[in-house]
């Protein structure tokens, strides 16, 4: 009923910036937390970033001061503004949102994933 799509990534050299998108659309009351993580080959997944449908955003301690979260509610959209990339970087970006239904309850929805290459 709910689908996430990420795009936007790509390979970049280190130093550049990408902005990712993630857009929701199907049966959609309502879209509470919206959030980004990455998986790094033979690492575990890890949360970049999360922001509220207030706007309240938290960001994992590696990417603070390079990368900005944000949302167009009205878009069912949440972005994921990179800048300064570094190697580090480099993993699959997913996004996920917590989507309340019209009968109150509420999911978290994955997307596919988007590639984030920085090279050095």
């Known amino acids: 009923q709910v689908q996430l799509v990420e795009s936007g990534g790509g390979l970049v050299q280190a130093g550049g910036s990408l902005r990712l998108s993630c857009a929701a659309s199907?049966?959609?009351?309502?879209?509470?937390?919206m959030g980004w993580y990455r998986q790094a080959p033979g690492k575990q997944r890890e949360l970049v970033a999360t922001?509220?449908?207030?706007?309240?955003?938290n960001y994992a301690d590696s990417v603070k001061g390079r990368f900005t979260i944000s949302r167009d509610n009205a878009k069912n959209t949440v972005y994921l503004q990179m800048n300064s990339l570094k190697p580090e970087d480099t993993a699959v970006y997913y996004c996920?949102?917590?989507?309340?239904?019209?009968?109150?309850?509420?999911?978290?929805?994955w997307g596919q994933g988007t590639q984030v290459t920085v090279s050095s």
């Open positions: 922001i509220t449908s207030g706007g309240s955003a």
């Open positions: 996920n949102g917590n989507v309340a239904t019209f009968l109150g309850n509420v999911h978290t929805y």
């Open positions: 199907g049966i959609i009351f309502s879209i509470n937390a």
